[in-house]
């Protein structure tokens, strides 16, 4: 079974406090999104390779560690999921970026496809896919399939809040993935929005609606 790992360090508390009010506007959303995001990266990469290398301080020589392997695979979910993207690059700014585009049809409420494009060799890469909203499930357990049938091994899957329902989903279709939230609350309404949540998190980021 894969970790649900929650982030709650005090300043994602603090932040996600603001993201969650409805007063909060689109240009301070982006921002603490993006805040938030960077800071979640700092756990999400905790446990990335590292590989010894020779340098030479002014002194001396010596062995240090760097990060190993392929770059890391970043691959937000569209639309929502482009907001994690710039928080995430500012740690790990030569980390490659794949779009997975899926809308929830507002009737069935399951996600379909519209767009994907990806790095190459995504066997070899981390993949952390990003998406601040974990409802049902529907949509991170369909990435999350795309990415493993174009070959993927090694996928985290980063999100601001989760409802129980969807870590359930996620943990039943893909006991492999690890998934990072900043809060898991209480459920989902009869519309599948997350309760508290934030509301709609691509109409807040990008002032649709
Ligand atoms: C939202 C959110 C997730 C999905 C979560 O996207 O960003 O992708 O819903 O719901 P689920 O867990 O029940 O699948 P939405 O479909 O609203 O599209 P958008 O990001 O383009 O606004
Ligand atoms: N998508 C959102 O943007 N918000 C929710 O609460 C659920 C799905």
Redesign the pocket.
Known sequence: MGNVVILDHPLIKHKLTFIRDKNTGSKDFRELVKEVSMLMAYEVTRNLPLEEIEIETPITKMKSQVISGKKVGLVP?????LGMVDGMLNLIPAAKVGHIG???DPET?K?VEYYCKLPQDIEERELIVL??????????VAAIQFLKERGATSIKLVCLIAAPE?IEEVEKSHPDVDIYVAGVDEKLNDH?YIIPGLG????RLFGTK
């Open positions: 979910i569209l639309r929502a999921g899926l809308y929830r409420l996600p998406d601040p909203m974990l409802a049902t499930g529907g949509s991170a969807g599948a709609d998190a691509g109409d």
